[in-house]
C-alpha cells in the first residue's frame, strides 16, 4: 500500500464517525412510542427493514409481504409493526417499554418497485431536548380541499443561509423541507404529504404550498432562518383546516327549525279551530237547554193549578200565584 492510499484510508476512518446525518423526524422518547414510516408514493413495497444507526447499521427488524415480517433477538418483545396489515406502505414501528438505550438515530429502509430504495431516517431525543414550538405568530383558517400557503419573512434585510419548514406535533416534530440558500438546493423530507416550496439564492422570504387540505393538515408549522453572522429567527403559525361539518349541518338544523316551526303553528291552529268549535257547541247546547227550560216554564206557568181550582173560605188555603221556578212559601189570605 502507497503513502496515498494509506493517508486516504487513515482520513476515512477519521471522518467517517463524523459524517452529518440528516433526519426526516424527531420524536420524543416514551414508554411506548411510535416511529411512523409511511411510503406516499403508489409503488409496489417489496420488503422493509429497520436499522438502528450507530457507528454501523443495527438490523432491527425485517418485514416482506409475502412472508411477513422478524424481530432480531435482541429487539424481541420489545418492538412490533404496528399497521402492516392494513396496507403495505405503512411501515410504522412501535416500541413497548423503551428506555434510555433507546435514544439515537433509526432507519426505515424500503426496497419498491419501479423506483428501487427508499429510506426515511428519525431521530429519537430525550425528553428535555424536544423542542416545543411555542406560542403561534399567526393563524390561519381553511376549508378542506384548498390549496393552503404558508408565508413568513426575517424581520431583518439578512443575508440568509438556510431556511427550513417544520410540523410541530405533541410527540414529534417532522422536517417538510430544508433549504440551502447560499447554494439554491433544498431537500425534501419524507414527509407523506406533498409539499411544495420556494428555495434559491435571492429569496428574502419562504414559504410552503400544502395542496388539498385536509383535517390532519391542521397543526403548529414552524419556519426557521439561520443567516451568516449567526443569527437565526423562527416563526409559528398555527393552520386549522375546518373539518366540512359545520356547514353541512347548519342546514339541516335550519330546516328542522323550520319544519319544527311549521308544526307548531299547525297544532296550534288546530287547536284553536277545536277549541272554537267546542265553545259554538257548548252555546248552542246552553242555548237549546234555555229554551227547552223556558217552553217547560211556559207551560207551566199556563197550567199551574186545576183548572177549577176551590173557592177560598175563612180559615181555608189559597195557593198563591207565583210561576213554577220560583219556589215560594204558602200564604194565608
Not at 35 to 53: G, N, R, S
Not at 250 to 277: D, H, N, S, W
Not at 299 to 311: H, Q, V
Request: charged fraction near 20%.
Amino acid at each position: 500500500m502507497d503513502r496515498l492510499t494509506l493517508l486516504l484510508a487513515i482520513l476515512y476512518v477519521y471522518t467517517a464517525p463524523c459524517e452529518e446525518i440528516f433526519w426526516d423526524t424527531t420524536v420524543k422518547l416514551a414508554k411506548n412510542m411510535t416511529l411512523a414510516c409511511v411510503y406516499p408514493l403508489a409503488d409496489t413495497v417489496t420488503q422493509t427493514e429497520w436499522f438502528k444507526i450507530k457507528t454501523e447499521r443495527e438490523s432491527m427488524a425485517i418485514f416482506n409481504p409475502a412472508y411477513h415480517g422478524i424481530v432480531r433477538e435482541a429487539y424481541v418483545d420489545r418492538v412490533y409493526f404496528s399497521n402492516h396489515t392494513m396496507t403495505s406502505h405503512d411501515m410504522t414501528l412501535s416500541f413497548h417499554n423503551a428506555s434510555e438505550v433507546d435514544v439515537g438515530f433509526y432507519s426505515c429502509f424500503l426496497h419498491t418497485f419501479p423506483h428501487g430504495t427508499w429510506q426515511k431516517v428519525i431521530r429519537v431525543v430525550p425528553p428535555d431536548n424536544f423542542e416545543d414550538a411555542g406560542p403561534p405568530n399567526s393563524q390561519m383558517v381553511s376549508e378542506p380541499g384548498k390549496n393552503v400557503t404558508l408565508t413568513c419573512e426575517p424581520r431583518e434585510n439578512l443575508l440568509l443561509e438556510e431556511v427550513s419548514w417544520e410540523k410541530i406535533q405533541p410527540q414529534q416534530t417532522d422536517l417538510l423541507i430544508s433549504c440551502n440558500v447560499s447554494q439554491g438546493r433544498s431537500y425534501t423530507s419524507k414527509y407523506p404529504r406533498q409539499i411544495l416550496s420556494n428555495c434559491n439564492k435571492d429569496m428574502k422570504k419562504a414559504f410552503v404550498t400544502i395542496p388539498n387540505v385536509i383535517g390532519s393538515d391542521s397543526g403548529l408549522y414552524r419556519c426557521g432562518f439561520k443567516a451568516s453572522p449567526g443569527e437565526k429567527e423562527t416563526f409559528v403559525i398555527r393552520l386549522t383546516v375546518t373539518d366540512g361539518e359545520t356547514k353541512n349541518t347548519y342546514i339541516p338544523f335550519v330546516a328542522g327549525g323550520a319544519v319544527l316551526l311549521l308544526l307548531l303553528v299547525l297544532i296550534t291552529t288546530i287547536t284553536v279551530i277545536t277549541y272554537k268549535r267546542r265553545k259554538r257547541q257548548q252555546k248552542r247546547g246552553l242555548f237549546k237547554d234555555f229554551w227547552i227550560t223556558q217552553n217547560r216554564a211556559t207551560n207551566n206557568y199556563r197550567n199551574p193549578f186545576p183548572p177549577n181550582p176551590p173557592s177560598g173560605g175563612a180559615g181555608e188555603d189559597i195557593y198563591v200565584n207565583h210561576p213554577v221556578f220560583c219556589l215560594g212559601p204558602r200564604a194565608r189570605v
